[in-house]
């Protein structure tokens, strides 16, 4: 290792981040770090050849071939779009941002689930229509809720349930270690999970095991008056199944944050069905989104000149 490391912060950066990221880790890494920021592709591919250390949200092919890098952090919590093979050939290290996203995303999904329970949906076409109506409503403290994904958003998520009177039935690979009052199972019970449960949010990562694990078999052990919340990836359900389920009502409705296809097709059944609550891959977004990016890389900085074990670590 060289006494100091070289970062670079490579284009392209989602929005306007660069600078507000750039600014928050060099307000928390020490002043002798070289910090190089790509503010556009010719200037991250300039920077390259000197980068010990990549921060990126899109890992560039041709920048993984030019970077002589021995670690990435990426921002993103999900890595289904990085050859993690690659990775462990190379001996490169790759961590991500899980926990990043954990309260927004938490409070996206009960928005979501609040949404249908007390028919906001309803609310909205009536103040639309100018149309003056009482309905009922219910309450999520009735509800069952299956959590598919135990990790830090599923973890937030059920914290925010269980505070609520919600029964909360989680899904994960290990169950010991679910937050306390989940009554957690492993994937292999998953059908009776959702047979237990009205409504499910989706929170797992995409992987060989987990594409497609929604189906028409799955949806209707959930029921008619099912509520779906997907925030993992849209991969992870059968769309074509979802929306055939939506338009028989056989299920109550979805909130759908990610597809299959994004952006969402314009010709896609989903943009009008009254029973959808589409939003455009938003539910991570949060006004403190650089600041926690740069508390994760810069604790893992630390560990890595400490020759510790990286917080985060995939591969």
């Known amino acids: 290792m060289t006494d100091h490391p070289t970062v670079l912060l490579a284009h392209p950066i989602f929005g306007d981040g660069t600078e507000p990221l750039a600014a928050a880790i060099r307000e928390r890494l020490p002043d002798d770090v070289d910090l190089r920021v790509g503010h556009d592709e010719a200037e991250t591919h300039r920077h390259a050849p000197d980068a010990d250390i990549l921060v990126t949200h899109r890992l560039d092919p041709e920048l993984r071939e030019t970077a002589p890098v021995r670690w990435v952090q990426t921002l993103s919590a999900g890595v289904d779009s990085y050859d993690l093979d690659a990775f462990r050939e190379s001996g490169v290290v790759l961590t991500n941002a899980s926990g990043i996203h954990a309260r927004p995303i938490a409070d996206h999904v009960l928005g979501a689930l609040l949404h249908f329970e007390r028919r906001f949906d309803r609310a909205v076409a009536q103040q639309r229509d100018r149309e003056w109506a009482r309905y009922g409503a219910g309450e999520l403290a009735d509800r069952t809720v299956c959590v598919v994904g135990v990790g830090a958003i599923g973890s937030r998520v059920s914290e925010l ?53 929604i189906g028409r078999e799955e ?63 938003v539910a991570g977004t949060t006004p403190h989104y650089w600041e926690r990016a740069a508390d994760i890389f810069a604790e893992n900085y630390r560990r890595y000149r400490a020759g510790e074990d990286l917080r985060n670590r995939v591969v």
Do not use: Y
Request: proline share 6%.
């Open 161 to 213: 349930c269980l505070a609520l009177g919600t029964d909360v039935v989680g899904v994960k690979r290990d169950p010991s270690s679910a937050p306390d009052g989940v009554d957690c199972v492993t994937p292999d019970e998953l059908g009776e999970a959702l047979a237990r449960s009205d409504r499910v949010v989706l929170a797992c990562p995409l992987t060989d095991e987990t594409r497609g694990l």
């Open 219 to 281: 949806l209707d052990a959930l029921g008619e008056d099912g509520v779906l919340v997907n925030i993992a990836r849209g991969e992870v359900v059968d769309e074509g199944a979802l929306t055939e389920a939506l338009r028989d009502d056989r299920l109550r409705g979805a909130a759908l944050d990610v597809f299959e296809e994004e952006p969402l097709p314009e010709d896609s059944l989903l943009w009008g069905m009254e029973n959808v609550l589409a939003t455009p891959h």
